[in-house]
């Protein structure tokens, strides 16, 4: 959750923006910012399907099709197992849904 919540004065803001994305990352891939995970349809992961959560987590691609950048590593997600990558999913669902603006 931590590379998925924005920073404030240098620290994630886990208690008001948990999972809401925008966390600048910067490297050879350029500058990106993390997406949102938390449940809001229009900005997160609340409309999404578990397969395509699940195809995110472990190969890298959007619900759109469209392939998620670095520093999101998804290679290293590629060997939990089912379980695992379902309790992760049923975790996110937990998450109250947060409209993030900078998408």
């Known amino acids: 959750m931590e590379c998925h919540t924005p920073m404030v004065k240098g ?4 208690k008001k923006r948990l999972g809401a994305g925008g966390r600048e990352f910067k490297g050879p891939w350029g ?5 949102n995970i938390t449940q809001d349809k229009a900005t997160g992961i609340g409309g999404w ?8 987590i472990t190969k890298g ?3 759109d099709g469209t392939k998620l950048r670095p520093p999101m590593c998804y290679r290293c997600y590629t060997t ?7 309790a992760v999913i049923s975790y996110l669902r937990t998450v109250k849904p947060i409209r993030n603006e900078l998408r």
């Not at 620290?11 to 886990?14: A, E, G, M, R, S």
């Not at 500058?31 to 997406?35: G, L, N, Q």
């Not at 939990?80 to 379902?86: P, V």
């Open 11 to 14: 620290h994630p803001d886990l």
């Open 31 to 35: 500058e990106v910012k993390s997406a």
């Open 49 to 56: 399907t578990d397969a395509q959560i699940k195809r995110a």
């Open 80 to 86: 939990m197992t089912a379980a695992d990558i379902d």
């Open 61 to 63: 691609v959007r619900h």
